[in-house]
């Protein structure tokens, strides 16, 4: 069956630039995550939603940074006015469950951003 | 601040030899202890994962050794392939028996390079 899909997989950016990256999540996933993911580091997480809900952005970097789900099912993570710190590889991961122990989640390829 | 940090950085093993990976957390809340392996191009992929209520989880090659009282567990690959070469990371997940949803916390990751 179909994973979790990202688009587009390479997108390169100029400095001031906006971006919007776009998740699929696996159908009928309640959870969404999004992670960022620097060059020779492990992800570290951006925001979560249940459904339509975020219920955490606590790890947005900054104001530029936002993310959306409005029909619970396709996200879409935006950064405006890119900067150069923003280049890493922007990860989606979907979940069935809303707990932790009762959820896997599922990563899709990811997005890697360049911002020149 | 790292709050679950892995080591070694990379690793080189011969097939046939065992990899061993260790990760140490200090965030008491954290209450499950997944791993994931990564291939180039690719998200993360679960592996194995261990709530530390038992010490020892071993799936196929792949042992998880939690010892609660340092703080510390390990991932132990037997009879190491080199199919196995990728990048591994362990993480943690705060409050899994509660109401946690599942955010990830993940160590930096190891790099493993098994040699035929």
């Known amino acids: 069956g179909a994973g979790v899909s990202q688009s587009p997989r390479y997108k390169v950016a100029k400095r001031g630039q906006d971006v919007a990256l776009r998740c699929d999540p696996i159908s009928g996933h309640v959870s969404l995550f999004w992670y960022q993911q620097a060059l020779g580091q492990g992800p570290e997480f951006l925001t979560y939603f249940q459904n339509e809900a975020q219920l955490d952005k606590s790890g947005l970097p900054s104001d530029r940074f936002f993310a959306e789900r409005p029909e619970g099912s396709v996200s879409t993570l935006k950064i405006q006015r890119t900067q150069q710190e923003d280049s890493a590889v922007y990860l989606c991961?979907?979940?069935?469950?809303?707990?932790?122990?009762?959820?896997?989640?599922?990563f899709g390829p990811g997005t890697r951003l360049t911002v020149l | 601040q790292q709050q679950v940090k892995q080591s070694p950085q990379s690793l080189i093993v011969q097939k046939g030899g065992i990899s061993i990976i260790n990760c140490a957390y200090e965030?008491?809340?954290?209450?499950?202890f997944p791993w994931y392996q990564q291939f180039p191009g690719k998200g993360p992929a679960l592996l194995i994962a261990?709530?530390?209520?038992?010490s020892e989880k071993k799936e196929g090659r792949f042992t998880i050794s939690f010892n609660k009282s340092a703080k510390q567990f390990s991932l132990h690959i037997m009879d190491s392939q080199p199919g196995d070469s990728a990048t591994y990371f362990c993480a943690a997940i705060p409050n899994a028996g509660g109401t946690s949803y599942g955010k990830l916390t993940f160590g930096q990751g190891t790099i493993l390079t098994v040699h035929p």
């Open positions: 965030n008491t809340a954290f209450d499950y």
């Open positions: 261990i709530r530390p209520d038992v």
């Open positions: 991961a979907s979940s069935l469950a809303t707990n932790a122990f009762m959820g896997e989640q599922f």
